[in-house]
């Protein structure tokens, strides 16, 4: 018999990623929009308060246990912006294509163009679990200014992983769910659910 989880999200990216690594292991995840979960405010400046908010919301409106992430990319030259602000960075309404223009520009400024992927992952049993289940995880790369790779979504086809040669978008998804910044994240919540 599975679990049901409500994922904290409806962005369908990241419910393909959940699914794929978490069925497996007897979990049904549902996008919170399945019950009418309106998404949360994201007013904190770090991934785990937003992460913590969007669970905490989750959970409570619904009753089950609920799963929330909060990532991001964040740039060396940039003091780590975009990071919370990633799916905005923009401005609204919300644009990969303009995020992604954004901050190719202000990295061709400074010359540095090493970043890396961020993921919170925040698992609550019930809307005022004491202990939530905390996980993280980083991923290395460096942004490029030409789109490669049809895969993946957000930054994923301006994201060059330089030990691979390819762009978060190239990677096979079977592949880049073992090794991404929510993989890893993922790894580490599953084995403290475990």
């Known amino acids: 018999m599975s679990q049901t989880i409500v994922l904290a999200s409806n962005n369908a990216g990241k419910l393909r990623e959940f699914h794929a690594m978490l069925a497996p292991l007897g979990f049904n995840v549902k996008p919170q929009g399945e019950f009418s ?3 949360a405010e994201e007013p904190h400046p770090t991934f785990v308060e937003n992460a913590l908010a969007k669970a905490r919301q989750a ?7 609920a799963l929330a992430d909060d990532s991001g990319i964040c740039a060396a030259a940039l003091g780590g912006a975009p990071g919370v602000y990633s799916a905005r960075y923009a401005g609204e309404p919300k644009s990969d294509q303009r995020n992604n223009e954004k901050l190719i520009a202000e990295l061709a400024i400074r010359g540095d ?9 925040v698992f609550l049993r019930h809307a005022d679990d004491p202990q939530p289940i905390i996980a993280e995880g980083r991923w290395n790369g460096e942004v490029i200014s030409e789109a490669r790779g049809q895969g993946g979504f957000g930054y994923d086809p301006y994201f060059l992983l330089p030990e691979s040669g390819m762009t978060a ?3 096979p998804a079977d592949e880049k769910n073992r090794v ?15």
């Open 169 to 171: 978008a190239e990677m």
């Open 37 to 39: 979960v309106p998404e």
């Open 113 to 121: 163009k090493s970043a890396y992927y961020y993921c919170v992952l």
């Open 180 to 194: 991404s910044h929510r993989a890893q994240a993922l790894r580490l919540l599953v084995e403290r659910l475990r």
């Open 59 to 65: 959970a409570r409106l619904t009753g089950l246990p």
